[in-house]
């Protein structure tokens, strides 16, 4: 990795883990505990979401390269992106009812699926289909950035 990208990386990570540690005392520290259920399921729910937010991160910088690659201009890129952004921005609206009437975690496994498909549109080098999976892309982010934190909230830590 490029040096200009690690140290800030690295010093997020510290930042990050010193408000974690700092917020968990803190809520320790005044008498709020969770049952061991709860835990258990808090560490299921983090490497679940950590997973799918990765996931969406990591494809990030490789989808111009990728359309490029298939012979698009850079116009035909930039609508497939604004469809993508559009499709997020549109369904944003409506996630969260979406959610609550599937329920959360329907919703978080709606995502994965959405997702997948949204992946594998990107192996297929038509305009219409890499389209679809722009769209699907924006809904399933839209899921991702809603459902994955209202489902760990609404648990019952009891």
Request: net charge positive; proline share 3%.
């Amino acid at each position: 990795m490029d040096a200009v990208f690690v140290g800030p990386l690295i010093g997020a990570a510290i930042v990050t883990c010193l408000i974690t540690l700092q917020a968990r005392t803190s809520v320790l520290g005044k008498g709020l505990q969770r049952s061991a259920p709860f835990k258990s399921f808090q560490r299921v729910f983090l490497l679940a979401s950590y997973a799918a937010m990765t996931a969406d991160w990591l494809q990030g910088p490789y989808v111009y390269a990728l359309y490029d690659s298939y012979g698009f201009s850079a116009h035909d890129i930039a609508i497939l992106f604004v469809a993508g952004f559009g499709s997020s921005m549109l369904f944003g609206t409506f996630a969260g009812a979406l959610a609550d009437r599937l329920g959360r975690k329907r919703a978080c496994q709606l995502y994965c699926v959405l997702y997948a498909l949204a992946c594998v549109t990107k192996h297929v080098k038509s305009y219409w289909v890499l389209m679809l999976g722009r769209v699907l892309g924006g809904i399933s982010t839209s899921l991702l950035f809603s459902s994955f934190e209202v489902w760990l909230i609404r648990q019952p830590s009891s």
